[in-house]
């Protein structure tokens, strides 16, 4: 999760929500990405589908049943949708997002692969705190 | 939705879960898509996503408020969350999708922006014939 704070971080630095993922499996690193909707123009750019991409290039398959995706913040529901069809093994996300995270839209409704295990709170107060930092500065900017 | 259709048949031919998708805005065709999970080993690259992707290329923004994206089939969960985050103007889609239409998932709850308009059944039959043309094709060659 270190290692998906510092995608975040980039995204900080490129004034992009900052928001990281990587996909390891067997303690390899096969997808990282960050947030790029700005650059991109690109609502879909979300960390964890470019991180996905990444991870189905690398293995030349499209499910990743043995692979961990680590985000730093809670999956919206897109993204959560692309979990589900990617089959992954587990899902480790740190900080919570009330607004736009997938709990808020699915309920009690799992929306992601019956096998797919759900972690959460992995250095979650880490991850608030590099969104909290960055709606801070856009909100100091205006 | 003719013309979606058409990006569908596509899909078919290249033995592609058969959908396809076109983003409208002032009555030109301004993104396109199949889907093609099968060709990118990615299960993200359903034929919303790429006709989204192509349209904010093309406009060079991320927003769709003037648009509307015409779909072969009910969306998935996946879809309909890109398609909140686009926040399009219209959606209309053909057949509906019982296995996997975002309405499994979400229930009575919406996924889309509040200002989305939701049409479906736009030829639906010849949406729903070429999908399950597809099926059946698979089965006969197992």
Redesign the interface.
Known sequence: MRRALQEAQIAFDKDEIPVGALVVQDNKIIGRGHNQ??L?????AHAE?IA??AA??H?????LPDATLYVTLEP???????L???KIGRIVYGASDEKHGYRK???N?S?FHPKTVVESGLLATAGAELMKSFFQRKRTAK
């Open positions: 909707t700005e991109l123009h690109d609502v879909t589908i996905l991409t189905f290039n293995l030349g398959a499209k499910y919206c529901h897109m993204c959560a949708g692309a589900y069809w990617s839209f699915y309920g409704q929306p």
